[in-house]
């Protein structure tokens, strides 16, 4: 399992508890016995399919049952493969790889590009290209926003005050903002950023992401500007002269075996 890059791995007994696992935890790929006390594993993947939290969790079947009408029936109506129990630790290996592969996305570009959209529509402003002339914030805000569902990250922020102060005078059309519009500012940003970013990241329009209220706070140490670009994901725009950057952290997937 260690080069699957999987973070955490569930069990469950039946279909009832793996439910209630799933009502709980953010789980990415659920594998599942069909022969199971209380609530069998058709039962358990007919009511994830009428669920919105998971209904576009992706399902195997593992199973000593070969390919028979039930096992079809349930591979028709959206579960993804079927293992066939003993397996080997290829054929697992194989399978889910083939579940998780999908064509590379450049996350970070398309972070990029829901910034730049974002502050085009938020505040009129956009980006030109990096150079030595941006302003290095000293006095910097700190912006996180998290997302839950078919992808797990967060979304960092990090701006200058006196950039945020700009934003927060462009977005509501006053003359001169406070610190308290400034953090108001980057936190709108992040969470109109993260709207249009995750759309851009998944493979059906049936995924869905809970996303938590944004963080922000300040800071008076210089050091912090070049503790956070040092990090080979960040990623920096230049807005009209002003130096921000932005950093995508995706965690690693979670599975669940339910199994009697």
Not at 21 to 45: H, R
Not at 63 to 91: C, M, N, W
Not at 251 to 256: D, K, L, Q, S, V
Request: aromatic letters at 4%; hydrophobic letters at 45%; one cysteine or more.
């Amino acid at each position: 399992m260690a080069d699957l890059n999987v973070g955490e791995f569930f069990e469950a007994e039946n279909g009832r508890v793996a439910l209630e696992i799933l009502e709980n935890s953010n789980v990415d790929l659920v594998l599942s016995d069909l022969n199971m006390p209380e609530m069998g594993g058709a039962e358990m993947i007919q009511q994830m399919k009428n669920r919105e939290a998971t209904k576009s969790i992706p399902v195997v079947v593992v199973s000593t049952e070969s390919k028979t009408t039930r096992i079809q029936k349930l591979l028709a109506e959206g579960v993804r493969d079927y293992l066939h129990k003993p397996f080997t630790p290829e054929e697992f290996k194989e399978i889910i790889q083939t579940i998780w592969s999908k064509p590379k996305i450049d996350t970070g570009n398309l972070l990029t590009q829901a910034v730049i959209q974002a502050l085009e529509v938020m505040a009129l402003v956009t980006d030109v290209p990096v150079d030595d002339d941006m302003a290095i914030p000293k006095k910097t805000i700190l912006a996180q926003i998290r997302f839950t569902g078919a992808k797990n990250g967060t979304i960092l922020m990090l701006a200058g005050l006196d950039f945020c102060k700009v934003l927060a005078e462009n977005i509501a059309g006053i003359d001169k903002a406070n610190d308290r519009k400034a953090l108001d500012a980057l936190q709108e940003l992040s969470n109109v950023t993260c709207g249009l970013f995750l759309p851009m990241v998944v493979s059906s329009t049936a995924d869905v992401f809970d996303i938590t209220v944004p963080k922000v706070e300040t800071c008076d140490n210089e050091a912090q500007w070049d503790e956070f670009v040092a990090d080979a994901n960040t990623y920096i725009l230049n807005i009209e002269g002003h130096a921000i950057a932005a950093k995508l952290i995706i965690e690693e997937a979670e599975i669940m075996a339910v199994s009697n």
